[in-house]
C-alpha cells in the first residue's frame, strides 16, 4: 500500500465524502488502522472491538486473527501510522481483556442463553405490528440496546454498533411508511422484514446470539415498557417459570424448594466459566 494512499484517507472527513468507510461500521474510518498481513483498513476501535468480539467466543487467548472482510490470518494491527512511522498492536496483548459485565449485564446475557418464549403470553407481539406501533418513537430503546449490546459483546463501548442499529430501524420505518402510502403490506410482511434487517445488521457484533437478539428486540419494543419496567416482569416471569419447571418435575423434594429454586433461577451460568463466583 502507497504511503500517499495512506495518507490521503486522513482528509475522509472532508466535506463529509466516505468513498471508503470502514467496512464495520460504515462510517468515516476514525484512527486509520490495517491488520498487518491483509492490509485490510478499518477504525482502530472497531478492529480491536471485532477481536475482542471473536476471541470471547474461543476459550483460549488468540495469538491471530482472520481478517473480518478476506479471512487472512494477521498477527497485529498496524496504527498511528503517520508517513514516516506507525506503533503495532499485537493481537494476543491486552486486547482480550478489561471489560468485566455488571450485575444487570449478566443477567441479561442469561436470558440470551435461557430458552426463548416464556414471554409470548405477556407481551402481545402480532398486536404491535398489526396496529403499526412500531411507527411510534421509543425513548427507551436506546438505553435498553446499549445494555444488551455491552451484554452481549462483553464491551462497554458499543456507540457504534449501537448507532449503526438504531439507524437501520429508523430508516426501516420510513421506508415502510413512504411504501404503505401506494400500497397495503400486512402486518406479518413488515414483521418478517423488520426482523431480517435488525437480523442482518447485528450479525457482524452479535453472531450465534443473532436470532435471539431480533427476538428481544421484538419483545422489548411489543412490551411498550422501559427498561427497569421490562426487566421486572423478566425477572418475575423467569423466577415463575422456574418455579413450576421444580414443582412439577419434583413434588416429593418440596421442603428442599426454596434452594432448588435459588439455583435454578440462574439459568445455563457455564457461559460465564473462567468466573470465580
Ligand atoms: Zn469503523
Ligand atoms: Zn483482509
Redesign the pocket.
Known amino acids: 500500500m502507497a504511503a500517499k494512499e495512506i495518507a490521503d484517507g486522513s482528509n475522509s472527513n472532508d466535506a463529509g465524502l466516505n468513498r471508503d468507510p ?1 467496512p ?2 460504515l ?1 468515516t ?1 476514525l484512527e486509520e488502522s490495517y491488520l498487518d498481513t491483509c492490509f485490510h483498513k ?2 482502530f476501535k ?1 478492529i480491536k472491538r471485532w477481536i475482542k468480539v471473536v476471541s470471547s467466543k474461543v476459550s483460549k487467548q488468540l495469538s491471530s486473527v482472520k481478517c473480518p472482510l478476506c479471512k487472512t490470518e494477521n498477527l497485529s494491527i498496524i496504527h498511528n501510522y503517520d508517513g514516516h512511522s506507525f506503533d503495532r498492536h499485537y493481537i494476543n496483548r491486552n486486547i482480550t481483556d478489561g471489560f468485566v459485565l455488571t450485575k444487570e449485564q449478566r443477567y441479561r446475557l442469561q436470558c440470551y442463553y435461557t430458552e426463548s418464549g416464556f414471554l409470548a403470553a405477556v407481551f402481545d407481539v402480532p398486536r404491535f405490528w398489526k396496529f403499526k406501533r412500531f411507527l411510534q418513537p421509543n425513548w427507551s430503546l436506546e438505553a435498553w440496546l446499549r445494555r444488551e449490546l455491552q451484554a452481549l459483546m462483553q464491551d462497554e463501548d458499543v456507540n ?1 454498533v449501537l448507532h449503526h442499529l438504531v439507524g437501520v430501524m429508523d430508516s426501516f420505518c420510513k421506508r415502510i411508511e413512504q411504501r404503505h402510502k401506494q400500497e397495503a403490506i400486512s402486518a406479518e410482511t413488515i414483521q418478517e422484514q423488520f426482523k431480517s434487517v435488525v437480523a442482518e445488521a447485528a450479525r457482524p457484533f452479535v453472531m450465534a446470539r443473532t436470532d435471539r437478539f431480533v427476538d428481544e428486540v421484538e419483545l422489548f419494543l411489543a412490551s411498550g415498557l422501559n427498561t427497569e419496567a421490562y426487566d421486572a416482569v423478566y425477572k418475575q416471569r423467569l423466577r415463575l417459570n422456574n418455579t413450576i419447571g421444580i414443582n412439577a418435575g419434583n413434588e416429593a423434594r418440596e421442603e428442599e424448594g426454596v434452594d432448588n429454586r435459588r439455583s435454578r433461577a440462574s439459568p445455563y451460568l457455564f457461559i460465564f466459566e473462567q468466573d470465580s463466583d
Do not use: A, E, T
Open positions: 470502514c464495520i461500521c462510517g474510518i478499518f477504525c472497531c457504534i
